[in-house]
């Protein structure tokens, strides 16, 4: 496609999902799963209603509303980053178990007595950095590294073993059980506010060591050889892209548990709508990653009410036909 | 194989020739040494299980409150607390290591047993929806047995059947992780009771299983493990290419159908009474097949592997934190996660490519 119809796409794109963005965040106010009408919630969002209806609107799913923001920026833009560097389609940090590894970190932590936000915030993105630079060696391996089906398997080896520990440390130690159940589920609703505050810088530095490197990805797209050529240091490249998915997966891992499938099907969607090219599908990622999220929550407050599902049992039923669809594509698409 | 330079003439080396009647059998001499070492194992780690724990007893202890003699209390503790759970540990065991060995043949990938592509969380799924979300008169069993079946229908037709390598097991791994976001939707639904009840069956665990589920699982093991042996011989050809094995004279469809059949028997089985302890089914068919010298299909040895491995596994999950009781699903991930990393990484080339 010429490179006017290309940015013509992309912008219809952007607008299209900013929109849906837009809606969906104003659906997430007025649904729930409280016995609250619709109607009473808009009263409530204009400022007028019962003090109750207030706070369920503006102290409950408000800040989840951002929440889920935040966290599917985040993981849209890791998982678009993490297949372009590993040039992998089925690379996303659940599946590979960064999440797992991640939540892992807090929960060791927890274990042996952190318990303030911004200490959890600096385990996760440490433990997110450890299973990412597991992934790069893994790729780098003969043999296991370029098949991308396998990878996926040993991501999935790690995470059990990584859940096995958690276990066991749960039914060792019933003092901090319940804290650690709260880190091993992912799930939007009932995290402190203050999240908030560590998550912003947390997204922003992730994106900015993310956004660094999309040329260079772009270019390593076309071959290492060609992009070295162009004057790119692939090595430099993979290492700085993988940290700033580390930052990004940690930060989201830490404010809103391991979400399993976000970063693959978000990913998934902006190829199919704007191509492979890596410079295109971030920005369109960083809109349909809040959208996935905010659907998945509002589906998750719905679905059982009056109960609440975790959410990664929504992304999970969303993402396993994708996950599907992807690998039965007769041939793997190589990024 | 080498061609023995003795000039036997009834027996090729490393096998036993026996004629009973007008029949004429191949025994692998090794595969007997190699269950005979199994199967005593088993044994010494059963009568371990029995008399271990607390209170602990000593060996001719055992063997009197087995007799029924004896204090009362070790009597009635032997009798119903550790014997069955023993009993159910074994045949569990010995259910999935069987189903993992065929399953893993049939696709002729070490890494396709039923618990990576899915069919434990099939079964799993369906069974924790029959004591929560749909009280219906059917038994757990029954129901894990359908869970099984359509879990494995999904992970065959939709990843081609098995014969795509990797494709196939990471279709099964969706299949799986669909199933597990079912599992987890209808425990989030139910009160605290029933989802409290239905816990066992999402970690794998032999505490306190159902006596009518073993029951269930003796029987099924009692039918399958004669035709899964029956099934070998065609297995063994089905270790090739397609065209070998029709050139050879297998129905290889008919072949592939009756052993997924078994296959999905045993699991749904076992499951209903262990939970989804998934890296038996794994780990025990390698442990078989490294004993008895990667020859043949080893059915018999895969089933005590599998026996030796669970009740092992159950040993150490009820002693090593005691008082605290660690379910014996998270000690076979334990061991068996870092193992199936090794295969995964370590060799470049596998089976089925």
Not at chain 2, 110 to 117: D, E, N, Q, Y
């Amino acid at each position: 496609m010429s490179k006017r119809r290309g940015r013509q796409l992309l912008h219809r794109t952007a607008i299209a999902g900013a929109g849906l963005a837009g809606v969906l965040m104003f659906a997430s106010m007025l649904l729930g799963a409280g016995n609250l009408t619709p109607l009473e919630s808009l009263h409530a969002l204009l400022g007028q209603g019962s003090e109750d209806h207030r706070f369920i609107v503006f102290e409950l799913r408000w800040p989840r509303t951002i929440l889920a923001i935040l966290v599917g920026v985040a993981l849209g833009a890791a998982g678009t980053i993490m297949q372009a560097a590993t040039r992998n389609p089925l690379a996303e940090p659940g599946l590979l178990g960064v999440s797992a590894g991640a939540s892992f970190a807090v929960v060791l932590a927890i274990y042996y007595g952190a318990d303030t936000a911004g200490v959890h915030f600096g385990i996760a993105i440490l433990g997110a950095l450890v299973g990412c630079f597991l992934v790069l060696l893994t790729t780098q391996m003969r043999g296991a590294g370029n098949d991308p089906v396998r990878l996926v398997l040993a991501g999935a080896a790690f995470s059990s073993i990584l859940m096995s520990i958690t276990t066991l440390i749960l039914l060792h130690d019933q003092r901090t059980a319940d804290e650690i159940r709260f880190w091993v589920i992912g799930a939007l609703g009932g995290r402190p506010v203050s999240n908030l505050q560590w998550a912003v810088p947390g997204l922003l530095a992730g994106l900015a060591m993310v956004g660094a490197t999309v040329a260079a990805l772009a270019a390593m797209s076309l071959g290492e050889k060609v992009a070295m050529g162009l004057g790119h240091k692939p090595v430099f490249t993979r290492i700085l892209a993988m940290t700033g998915v580390a930052v990004l997966v940690g930060t989201a891992t830490a404010a809103a548990g391991p979400i399993a499938f976000a970063g693959l099907i978000v990913p998934y969607f902006a190829r199919r709508l704007v191509g492979p090219d890596v410079r295109r599908a971030l920005p369109i990622a960083m809109l349909i990653g809040p959208c996935v999220l905010l659907l998945a929550d509002i589906l998750s407050r719905l679905a059982v009410r009056p109960y609440e599902l975790p959410i990664g049992i929504v992304t999970a039923c969303i993402g396993a036909p994708v996950l599907i669809a992807v690998v039965r594509s007769h041939r793997l698409p190589r990024l | 194989m080498k061609t023995s330079t003795t000039p036997t003439r009834d027996a090729p080396q490393g096998f036993w020739l026996l004629r009973p009647g007008s029949l004429s059998l191949l025994v692998s001499r090794r595969g007997v040494w190699a269950g005979l070492l199994l199967a005593l194992m088993t044994a010494l780690v059963g009568v371990g299980n029995l008399s271990f724990g607390t209170p602990s007893l000593t060996p001719d202890q055992v063997l009197a409150a087995l007799a029924g003699a004896g204090d009362p209390f070790n009597v009635f503790m032997l009798h119903e607390l550790r014997l069955p759970r023993l009993t159910a540990g074994i045949l569990s065991g010995a259910a999935l290591g069987v189903g993992g060995c065929l399953l893993q043949t049939l696709a002729r990938n070490r890494l396709a047993t039923p618990g990576i592509i899915g069919i434990d969380d099939g079964a799993t799924a369906f069974a924790v929806a029959s004591i929560v979300a749909v009280p219906t008169s059917l038994a757990p069993p029954m129901l894990a047995l359908v869970g099984a079946a359509t879990a494995a229908a999904l992970a065959f037709g939709l990843g081609g059947g098995g014969s795509r390598g990797y494709r196939f097991i990471v279709v099964g791994i969706a299949v799986g992780a669909l199933f597990g976001a079912l599992t987890n939707f209808m425990l989030a639904r139910t009160d605290i009771d029933s989802a409290n009840l239905a816990y066992p069956w999402t970690v794998g665990s032999l505490n306190a299983r159902a006596p009518s589920t073993v029951v269930v699982l003796a029987a099924c093991l009692v039918i399958c493990l004669p035709i899964a042996k029956a099934l070998g011989r065609q297995l063994q050809l089905l270790r090739f290419s397609d065209a070998v094995a029709i050139g050879l004279g297998t129905h290889v469809r008919h072949t592939r159908l009756a052993i997924l059949v078994v296959t999905v028997f045993l699991t749904a089985t076992a499951v209903a009474v262990a939970g989804p302890v998934g890296l038996v089914s794994l780990v025990a068919p390698e442990v078989a097949r490294h004993l008895t010298g990667h020859r043949g299909v080893p059915i018999i040895n895969s089933a005590l592997a599998g026996a030796l491995l669970m009740t092992a596994a159950d040993w150490v999950g009820r002693t090593a934190f005691a008082p605290v009781e660690i379910p014996v699903g998270v000690i076979t991930a334990i061991v068996g996660g870092p193992y199936l990393l090794w295969i995964l990484l370590r060799e470049p080339r596998m089976t089925g490519r």
